[in-house]
């Protein structure tokens, strides 16, 4: 079983910075693509930034230049870099993975970190 788990949220001033991580834990996997998403209170989940297992980054126009999406390809770990911060950032953000896993047959599937909370005060 893989298990991906963020850490790294909190309170913050509007203006401060947060860095998130995400880590992968398991047995016999690989990972390929990565990405951070949000969900505010009474809107839908929505992708903040990805990064695949070369280096290549997309962002969300909302968060270009603010924020910066790395990855710890050894420690199987997500970082989410954010900088700026807006009260419009706060929300739960979740790592996503699209993670092989080896047993008898291999299978990919999507995983999902529990979520961690960003709340921006001024």
């Known amino acids: 079983q893989v298990q991906l788990v963020e850490s790294g949220g909190g309170l913050v001033q509007s203006g401060g910075s947060l860095r998130l991580s995400c880590a992968a834990s398991?047995?016999?996997?690989?990972?390929?693509?990565m990405g951070w998403y949000r969900q505010a209170p009474g809107k839908g989940r929505e992708l903040v930034a990805t990064i695949t297992n070369s280096g290549s980054t997309n962002y969300a126009d909302s968060v270009k230049g603010r924020f910066t999406i790395s990855r710890d390809n050894a420690k199987n770990t997500l970082y989410l870099q954010m900088n700026s911060l807006k009260l419009e950032d706060t929300a739960v953000y979740y790592c996503n993975a699209r993670i092989t896993v080896y047993s008898a047959v291999y299978r990919i599937d999507d995983y999902w970190g529990q979520g961690t909370q960003v709340t921006v005060f001024s």
């Open positions: 398991g047995r016999a996997f690989s990972i390929g693509a």
